[in-house]
Protein backbone atom coordinates (compact mmCIF):
# COMPACT_ATOMS: atom_id res chain seq x y z
CA UNK A 1 0.00 0.00 0.00
CA UNK A 2 1.20 3.27 -0.58
CA UNK A 3 2.59 5.47 2.29
CA UNK A 4 -0.06 8.07 1.01
CA UNK A 5 -3.23 6.83 1.10
CA UNK A 6 -4.30 7.46 4.59
CA UNK A 7 -2.50 11.57 3.95
CA UNK A 8 -3.96 11.96 0.36
CA UNK A 9 -5.56 15.38 0.73
CA UNK A 10 -2.37 16.86 2.24
CA UNK A 11 -1.07 16.53 -1.75
CA UNK A 12 -4.19 18.57 -2.59
CA UNK A 13 -3.65 20.74 0.58
CA UNK A 14 0.00 21.30 -0.33
CA UNK A 15 -1.20 22.49 -4.39
CA UNK A 16 -3.81 24.51 -2.96
CA UNK A 17 -5.69 22.64 -5.72
CA UNK A 18 -8.25 19.83 -6.03
CA UNK A 19 -6.19 17.07 -8.06
CA UNK A 20 -9.42 14.75 -8.02
CA UNK A 21 -11.87 16.91 -8.01
CA UNK A 22 -12.92 14.96 -5.28
CA UNK A 23 -16.11 16.91 -2.97
CA UNK A 24 -14.18 15.00 -0.17
CA UNK A 25 -11.31 16.95 -0.80
CA UNK A 26 -10.26 19.14 2.16
CA UNK A 27 -9.05 22.10 0.14
CA UNK A 28 -12.47 22.75 -0.50
CA UNK A 29 -12.80 24.08 2.71
CA UNK A 30 -9.42 24.40 3.64
CA UNK A 31 -7.46 25.70 1.04
CA UNK A 32 -4.23 26.90 2.51
CA UNK A 33 -1.59 24.15 3.09
CA UNK A 34 -1.43 21.26 5.99
CA UNK A 35 0.90 22.45 9.19
CA UNK A 36 0.88 24.54 11.37
CA UNK A 37 2.47 27.55 8.94
CA UNK A 38 0.10 26.10 6.81
CA UNK A 39 -2.09 29.72 6.78
CA UNK A 40 1.06 31.55 6.24
CA UNK A 41 0.39 34.12 2.71
CA UNK A 42 2.05 32.25 -0.20
CA UNK A 43 4.64 34.27 -2.18
CA UNK A 44 5.31 34.72 -5.39
CA UNK A 45 6.45 31.59 -7.61
CA UNK A 46 9.81 31.64 -9.10
CA UNK A 47 9.81 30.39 -12.51
CA UNK A 48 11.95 26.95 -11.31
CA UNK A 49 8.91 27.10 -8.46
CA UNK A 50 6.28 26.95 -10.87
CA UNK A 51 8.29 24.36 -12.78
CA UNK A 52 8.75 21.97 -9.93
CA UNK A 53 4.73 22.93 -8.25
CA UNK A 54 3.93 21.58 -12.29
CA UNK A 55 5.97 18.41 -11.56
CA UNK A 56 4.91 18.02 -7.62
CA UNK A 57 1.07 18.19 -8.89
CA UNK A 58 1.49 15.31 -11.54
CA UNK A 59 3.46 12.99 -9.88
CA UNK A 60 1.01 13.79 -7.23
CA UNK A 61 -2.22 13.23 -9.21
CA UNK A 62 -0.73 8.97 -10.03
CA UNK A 63 -0.73 8.25 -6.40
CA UNK A 64 2.31 10.32 -5.46
CA UNK A 65 4.89 8.37 -7.18
CA UNK A 66 8.51 8.11 -5.76
CA UNK A 67 10.33 10.86 -7.55
CA UNK A 68 12.68 7.59 -8.96
CA UNK A 69 9.34 6.31 -11.04
CA UNK A 70 8.26 9.51 -12.34
CA UNK A 71 11.25 10.67 -13.51
CA UNK A 72 12.29 7.33 -15.10
CA UNK A 73 8.82 7.55 -16.67
CA UNK A 74 10.18 10.84 -17.91
CA UNK A 75 13.27 10.17 -19.49
CA UNK A 76 11.46 7.11 -21.42
CA UNK A 77 8.90 9.79 -22.57
CA UNK A 78 11.90 11.79 -23.30
CA UNK A 79 13.22 9.56 -26.26
CA UNK A 80 10.02 8.79 -28.07
CA UNK A 81 9.01 9.99 -30.99
CA UNK A 82 6.87 13.40 -30.75
CA UNK A 83 6.06 15.90 -28.12
CA UNK A 84 7.77 15.06 -24.45
CA UNK A 85 4.91 16.28 -22.42
CA UNK A 86 2.43 14.15 -24.81
CA UNK A 87 4.36 10.91 -24.14
CA UNK A 88 4.62 11.71 -20.86
CA UNK A 89 0.99 11.65 -20.68
CA UNK A 90 0.57 8.98 -22.28
CA UNK A 91 2.79 6.60 -20.33
CA UNK A 92 1.65 7.54 -17.62
CA UNK A 93 -1.93 6.72 -18.25
CA UNK A 94 -0.83 3.12 -19.31
CA UNK A 95 -0.21 2.37 -15.82
CA UNK A 96 -2.32 -0.38 -14.59
CA UNK A 97 -3.27 1.18 -11.41
CA UNK A 98 -4.59 4.49 -13.56
CA UNK A 99 -6.64 2.32 -16.27
CA UNK A 100 -8.23 0.76 -12.90
CA UNK A 101 -9.07 4.25 -11.47
CA UNK A 102 -10.41 5.54 -15.06
CA UNK A 103 -12.46 2.48 -15.02
CA UNK A 104 -14.12 3.05 -12.14
CA UNK A 105 -13.33 -0.21 -10.91
CA UNK A 106 -11.93 2.06 -7.24
CA UNK A 107 -12.83 5.27 -6.03
CA UNK A 108 -9.32 6.56 -5.94
CA UNK A 109 -6.42 5.55 -7.61
CA UNK A 110 -4.84 4.97 -3.85
CA UNK A 111 -7.37 2.09 -3.50
CA UNK A 112 -6.28 1.54 -7.54
CA UNK A 113 -3.00 0.35 -6.39
CA UNK A 114 -4.09 -1.46 -3.20
CA UNK A 115 -6.61 -3.46 -5.58
CA UNK A 116 -4.03 -4.23 -7.94
CA UNK A 117 -1.68 -5.09 -5.73
CA UNK A 118 -3.93 -7.15 -3.67
CA UNK A 119 -4.39 -9.71 -6.76
CA UNK A 120 -7.91 -8.58 -7.76
CA UNK A 121 -7.17 -7.50 -11.64
CA UNK A 122 -6.94 -9.68 -14.64
CA UNK A 123 -5.52 -8.62 -17.92
CA UNK A 124 -6.52 -10.58 -20.99
CA UNK A 125 -7.20 -13.33 -18.46
CA UNK A 126 -4.49 -13.42 -16.45
CA UNK A 127 -3.55 -11.76 -12.99
CA UNK A 128 -1.45 -8.77 -12.65
CA UNK A 129 -0.28 -7.60 -9.33
CA UNK A 130 2.06 -4.82 -10.32
CA UNK A 131 0.53 -1.27 -10.35
CA UNK A 132 3.04 -0.17 -12.67
CA UNK A 133 2.43 -2.52 -15.86
CA UNK A 134 1.97 -1.01 -18.75
CA UNK A 135 -0.85 -1.45 -20.50
CA UNK A 136 -0.81 -2.42 -24.84
CA UNK A 137 -3.77 -1.02 -27.13
CA UNK A 138 -6.80 -3.49 -26.86
CA UNK A 139 -5.80 -5.15 -23.42
CA UNK A 140 -8.31 -5.83 -22.10
CA UNK A 141 -8.28 -5.00 -18.27
CA UNK A 142 -11.35 -6.25 -15.64
CA UNK A 143 -11.98 -7.24 -11.89
CA UNK A 144 -11.86 -11.11 -10.63
CA UNK A 145 -15.08 -12.74 -10.71
CA UNK A 146 -14.47 -13.86 -6.79
CA UNK A 147 -13.47 -9.70 -6.35
CA UNK A 148 -16.84 -8.15 -8.15
CA UNK A 149 -18.94 -7.92 -5.09
CA UNK A 150 -16.41 -6.35 -2.86
CA UNK A 151 -17.64 -3.10 -1.17
CA UNK A 152 -15.00 -0.28 -2.33
CA UNK A 153 -15.80 -1.40 -6.41
CA UNK A 154 -19.23 -1.44 -5.49
CA UNK A 155 -19.19 2.10 -3.89
CA UNK A 156 -16.83 3.23 -7.36
CA UNK A 157 -19.47 1.98 -9.69
CA UNK A 158 -22.06 4.15 -7.95
CA UNK A 159 -20.01 7.09 -7.55
CA UNK A 160 -21.39 9.94 -10.03
CA UNK A 161 -18.45 11.91 -9.57
CA UNK A 162 -16.72 11.26 -12.76
CA UNK A 163 -16.53 9.70 -16.27
CA UNK A 164 -14.35 7.31 -18.06
CA UNK A 165 -12.42 8.78 -20.72
CA UNK A 166 -12.86 8.47 -24.54
CA UNK A 167 -9.55 6.13 -24.65
CA UNK A 168 -11.50 3.65 -22.32
CA UNK A 169 -14.03 1.37 -23.85
CA UNK A 170 -15.60 0.41 -20.20
CA UNK A 171 -18.26 -2.18 -19.52
CA UNK A 172 -19.77 -1.13 -16.42
CA UNK A 173 -21.95 -4.05 -16.23
CA UNK A 174 -18.90 -6.93 -17.06
CA UNK A 175 -16.57 -4.89 -15.12
CA UNK A 176 -14.34 -5.02 -17.92
CA UNK A 177 -12.17 -1.82 -19.26
CA UNK A 178 -10.66 -1.94 -22.68
CA UNK A 179 -7.58 0.26 -23.57
CA UNK A 180 -8.15 1.38 -26.64
CA UNK A 181 -5.18 3.94 -27.84
CA UNK A 182 -2.99 6.65 -26.74
CA UNK A 183 -4.75 8.97 -23.95
CA UNK A 184 -4.12 13.08 -25.11
CA UNK A 185 -3.86 15.68 -22.06
CA UNK A 186 -7.28 17.34 -23.26
CA UNK A 187 -8.75 14.16 -22.23
CA UNK A 188 -7.74 12.68 -18.98
CA UNK A 189 -10.26 13.57 -16.05
CA UNK A 190 -7.53 15.94 -14.37
CA UNK A 191 -9.64 18.17 -11.67
CA UNK A 192 -6.68 20.27 -11.97
CA UNK A 193 -5.03 22.05 -14.50
CA UNK A 194 -2.05 19.89 -15.55
CA UNK A 195 0.85 21.69 -17.59
CA UNK A 196 3.25 18.78 -18.52
CA UNK A 197 5.51 21.24 -20.64
CA UNK A 198 6.66 23.09 -17.37
CA UNK A 199 7.86 19.63 -16.43
CA UNK A 200 9.33 19.28 -18.92
CA UNK A 201 11.50 22.53 -18.17
CA UNK A 202 11.91 21.28 -15.20
CA UNK A 203 13.71 18.57 -16.19
CA UNK A 204 15.48 20.07 -18.82
CA UNK A 205 17.43 22.09 -15.81
CA UNK A 206 17.71 19.17 -12.98
Known amino acids: MTKRTSAKYKIDRRMGEN???????SVNTRSYGPGQHGQRRRGKLSDYGLQLRAK??????????????????FREAERMHG???????????????????????????????????????????????????????????????????IPLVLYAQDSQE????????????????RYLRAAHLDEVPYGAIMEPNLVVEYYAKN
Open 19 to 25: LWGRPKS
Open 56 to 73: QKLKGYYGDLTEKQFRRT
Open 83 to 149: DTGDNLIGLLERRLDAVVFHSKFTPTIFSARQFVNHGHILVNGRRVNIPSFRVKDDDVVEIREKSRS
Open 162 to 177: RDAPAYLEVDADALKS
